[in-house]
C-alpha cells in the first residue's frame, strides 16, 4: 500500500490558527515554539520517513479543528521535545513560560505510562489515571491528537504494534475523548482503530456504505428540502445538514447482531437553530408532520450529559417512509458537541478570558474526576454515612499518584500510607506488607507520601494486617478491607472451633469421620439445616447457634450422653442438693457439659434414659433435638459450690497476655483449671476453664476481662 508523505508547513497551521486566534502577542508565542521545536527536532525522522517536526505540525493542526487556545498550540508544537530532544526544563520555560512547560511535562507524563489493555478494569483505571494525572485538561487534548496523527501514520509500523496502539486509542484514549465531548476526534480515532483491529469489517462497512451512498444522499436531500420548507413556514431561522454516521458505530450495531438493512439512523440530519426554544419548536413541528418512533426520543437539552453535551434526538418516518434520526441543537451547543471542552478556550479578546477559562478547567476536571470516582465508590460496601465522608474526603479533594518501582501509576487520597499503596495494588500486597522503601529510604508504614513517590513493598507471605493499621489508612475502602480481614478471622476462629467440636461428638459416638461427611450425607445435612457447605455447619457448631448432636443425629440415630458427667448429686429433700427438680426425689442429676450451666442461669431438666436427669441452660441448642421429656429445674441458692465454664477470650494483639489472664481471675477469686490458645494469625484467642461459684461472679469476671486494653471481647462457649 503507497501511502502520501505529509507535506505540511508552519505557514499551512498559522494560516488556519489566524482563523480564530488574531491576538499579536499570542501569534509570536505559537512562532517562538515552533522555532525551539524545529530547532530540537533537526535531523530527527518519523518512521514513515518525513523529518520530525511534521509530527508536532500536524498535531497542531488537528487542534485548530478544534479552537484550542495558544497555549495549547505550542504544547502541540513542543510536545515530543522534553522526551526525545536535548532539551532542559529550564531552558523551555526561559522561551515559552510555566503553563505551556508544565503542559509539555504532563503530556510527556502520560506517554510514559505503561497500558495493558488486557483487563476491563485496569482499561477504566487508565482513564482515571490520564485524567487525574492531568493537572489541566489540555494535557489530555494534546494526547488525544498526538494519538490522532499516530494512528494516521501507522501503516509504517510493524503489525503487531500497530494493533497494540489501536487498541488502546479505541479503549482508553476515544472514551476519554468522549467524556471531554471532543466528538472530531473520537470519532476519527475509532474508525482508524477499527481499521486497524479488524480491516475486513471495516472494509466491508465502507463497500456497503459505498453502494447505497447515492440513494441515501438523494433521500437525504429530499427530506432537508421537505423540512427546510416546515421549517421557514413557521419563522424558524436555521441551518441544516446531512450527517454521516460513522463506521465505528455502525460496527457496534452490527457487533450487538443488527443487520445492515437494520440500521435505521445511517440516514441523519443536523438542524441548528438560534435559541433553546426554538429547540423544542422544531422538534414538535417535525413531530406535527412526521411519526416518531417510539422510544427513541432523548431530550439531553434538559438533562446535558456529563461531557456538557446539549441535543434533542428523535427518530422519525420521513419522505418514502424511510427512518431519519434527526439531532436538534443551537449553535452554541453545536460547538460543545463538536469540538467539545476545547473549544471553551478559544480566546475571546476580553479581560474575563483568563478567569473563565480557569473556572471552566476546574469544573470540569472536578466532574471527570467525581463521575468515576462515584462509581469506583459506590461498589465498595460502605454505609451511607461512609459514602458521603469518603465522597467528601476522597473525591472532592486533590489526590496524588505514587509508581510502583516498575513505573506503573497508582491513585491515592492525599496523605495516603503505605499501607494504602499496597493494598492498591493487591490486596493480597497489602495483607502480608511487612514494611515500605519510598525513593530508595526505608520509612515507617504510617508515613505519609506525596505525588509522585517511587514505593516499594516488602512484604513475607507468613505475615498479616495488624489492627494498628485501622487507625492511620487514609483510604476508606482499604480501612473496610483490614477490618474484613478480622472480621473473616473471627469467623475461621468459629469454623476450626466448629470442625473440633464435631469431630470430637463422633469419635466419642465411635463413627467415623470421613463415612459421616460422605457426599450423600453431607447434602441430606445441608437441606435439613439449610446450610450450602461443611464450613457453614462448622461455623454454626463452633457459634452455638447448632448443637453438635442435632448434625449427627441427622445421620445417626438419636443419641443419649454416655459421658459421666462432671458433676452430679443425688436430688433428694437434703438441703445440700445443688438443683431442686420440683416432684421429684433421689434423682441422679447432670450438669450438662454442652452448655456448663453455674449457679444462677435460667435452667431446665432433662430426663435421660438410664442416665438420670440433664440440667441445660434454657438457652441450650441440644434441647433444639429433644422431645417432651423435660421438667421444670431451679438451683438450691443454700448450696455453696463451684461450677465449670469456659470461656473464649478474644485479644487485639500476638503479644501472650496468658499470665496476665490467669493473675485477674485469681484476683476475683476464681479458679484456672486449664487455658490455652486455640487460634493464633497476628492476634491470639484465649480458652479458658475456670471454676466460678455463681453468675454473677462469672459476669464479673467477663466484665472486668473487657476492660483490659488487649481484650477485644469475652464470650461463654456453648457445645
Known amino acids: 500500500m503507497s501511502h502520501m508523505k505529509d507535506t505540511i508547513t508552519f505557514p499551512d497551521v498559522m494560516e488556519k490558527i489566524k482563523t480564530y486566534i488574531t491576538d499579536e502577542k499570542q501569534l509570536k508565542n505559537i512562532t517562538k515554539a515552533y522555532e525551539l521545536a524545529e530547532a530540537k527536532h533537526e535531523g530527527q525522522f518519523r518512521k514513515s520517513g518525513e523529518p520530525y517536526i511534521v509530527h508536532p505540525l500536524n498535531v497542531a ?68 489515571i490520564i485524567v487525574g494525572m492531568s493537572e489541566d485538561v489540555r494535557v489530555i487534548i494534546v494526547k488525544l491528537a498526538d494519538r490522532l496523527h499516530n494512528m494516521r501514520t501507522l501503516w509504517a509500523l510493524p503489525e503487531v504494534k500497530q494493533k497494540k496502539i489501536a487498541k488502546e486509542a479505541l479503549e482508553i484514549l476515544a472514551p476519554i475523548g468522549d467524556h471531554l465531548g471532543i466528538h472530531k476526534i473520537k470519532s476519527e480515532l475509532e474508525d482508524l482503530s477499527l481499521r486497524y483491529l479488524k480491516p475486513d469489517v471495516f472494509y466491508d462497512i465502507a463497500e456497503k456504505l459505498n453502494k447505497t ?53 445511517l440516514s441523519a440530519l443536523r438542524i441548528l437553530v438560534e435559541t433553546k426554544q426554538e429547540c423544542y419548536l422544531t422538534l414538535g413541528i417535525i413531530h406535527s408532520k412526521y ?59 476580553n479581560k474575563d478570558a483568563a478567569k473563565t477559562k480557569a473556572s471552566l478547567q476546574t469544573s470540569t476536571e472536578q466532574k471527570l474526576q467525581f463521575f468515576k470516582s462515584i462509581i469506583d465508590l459506590s461498589n465498595e460496601k460502605m ?45 493480597k500486597v497489602g495483607e502480608t506488607t511487612t514494611g515500605a522503601i519510598v525513593n530508595n529510604n526505608i520509612v515507617p508504614l504510617n508515613y505519609n507520601l506525596q505525588d509522585g513517590d517511587i514505593v516499594k513493598i516488602i512484604t513475607n507471605k507468613n505475615s498479616t494486617p495488624s489492627q494498628e493499621w485501622i487507625s492511620f489508612v487514609k483510604s476508606t475502602a482499604v480501612r473496610n478491607k483490614i477490618k474484613s480481614f478480622f472480621t473473616k478471622n473471627e469467623k475461621e476462629v468459629y469454623i476450626e472451633r466448629g470442625k473440633d467440636i464435631l469431630e470430637k461428638e463422633l469419635r466419642k459416638r465411635k463413627l467415623a469421620i470421613n463415612s459421616f461427611f460422605s457426599t450423600e450425607n453431607l447434602q441430606k445435612i445441608c437441606a435439613i439445616l439449610k446450610t450450602d457447605n461443611l464450613d ?27 459421658e459421666p458427667p462432671k458433676i452430679a448429686v443425688m436430688q433428694s429433700k437434703d438441703k445440700e442438693a445443688d438443683i431442686i427438680i420440683s416432684g421429684i426425689d433421689n434423682v441422679r442429676v447432670n450438669l450438662a457439659n454442652c452448655c456448663n450451666p453455674v449457679c444462677g442461669d435460667d435452667i431446665i431438666g432433662y430426663i435421660t434414659k438410664g442416665n438420670g436427669i440433664s440440667i441445660h441452660r434454657v438457652n441450650c441448642h441440644n434441647l433444639d433435638v429433644i422431645d417432651n421429656r423435660m421438667v421444670e429445674a431451679k438451683w438450691n441458692s443454700s448450696v455453696n459450690k463451684r461450677y465449670l465454664s469456659v470461656l473464649l477470650i478474644y485479644s487485639n494483639t500476638a503479644l501472650n497476655h496468658m499470665a496476665d489472664i490467669i493473675q485477674k481471675m485469681s484476683k476475683l477469686d476464681v479458679n484456672v483449671e486449664g487455658i490455652k490458645t486455640i487460634y493464633k494469625t497476628d492476634v491470639l484467642v484465649y480458652e479458658v476453664m475456670s471454676y466460678v461459684k455463681n453468675l454473677e461472679q462469672l459476669e464479673n469476671l467477663i466484665f472486668n476481662l473487657n476492660k483490659e486494653k488487649y481484650v477485644a471481647k469475652v464470650e461463654r462457649t456453648m457445645r
Open 61 to 128: 493542526k488537528i487542534l485548530t479543528t478544534i479552537y484550542a487556545d495558544s497555549e495549547t498550540i505550542q504544547a502541540a508544537l513542543l510536545h515530543d521535545v522534553l522526551e526525545d530532544c536535548d532539551c532542559t526544563r529550564e531552558e523551555m520555560i526561559k522561551i515559552v513560560g510555566e503553563t505551556v512547560t508544565r503542559l509539555v511535562e504532563g503530556v510527556t507524563k502520560i506517554s510514559r505510562l505503561n497500558f495493558s489493555t488486557e483487563n476491563e478494569y485496569l482499561i477504566e483505571y487508565y482513564k482515571k
Open 213 to 265: 451512498k447515492l440513494e441515501r444522499e438523494q433521500m437525504v436531500t429530499e427530506m432537508m428540502q421537505s423540512v427546510t420548507d416546515l421549517l421557514t413556514e413557521h419563522n424558524i431561522h436555521h441551518e441544516m445538514m446531512g450527517r454521516a454516521k460513522s463506521i465505528y458505530s455502525i460496527y457496534r450495531k452490527l457487533d450487538k447482531g443488527k443487520k445492515f438493512s437494520e440500521i435505521y439512523d
Open 291 to 349: 411519526r416518531p418512533l417510539p422510544k427513541r426520543f432523548k431530550d439531553y437539552v434538559a438533562m446535558p450529559k456529563p461531557n456538557m453535551y446539549q441535543s434533542l434526538h428523535t427518530t422519525v418516518f420521513g419522505v418514502g417512509g424511510y427512518l431519519f434520526e434527526i439531532q436538534i441543537r443551537t449553535y452554541e451547543m453545536d460547538e460543545i458537541a463538536e469540538n467539545g471542552i476545547a473549544s471553551h478556550w478559544a480566546y475571546k479578546e
Open 383 to 427: 454505609s451511607s454515612e461512609e459514602f458521603v465522608n469518603t465522597v467528601k474526603d476522597e473525591v472532592l479533594n486533590n489526590n496524588i499518584y505514587c509508581f510502583t518501582p516498575k513505573g506503573d501509576v497508582i491513585e491515592l487520597p492525599k496523605d495516603a500510607t503505605p499501607i494504602d499503596f499496597a493494598y492498591k495494588v493487591h490486596t
Open 536 to 562: 457453614e455447619i462448622y461455623l454454626n457448631v463452633g457459634n452455638g447457634k447448632t448443637s453438635p448432636n442435632s448434625v449427627i443425629n441427622i445421620i445417626d440415630k438419636p443419641y443419649e450422653e454416655k
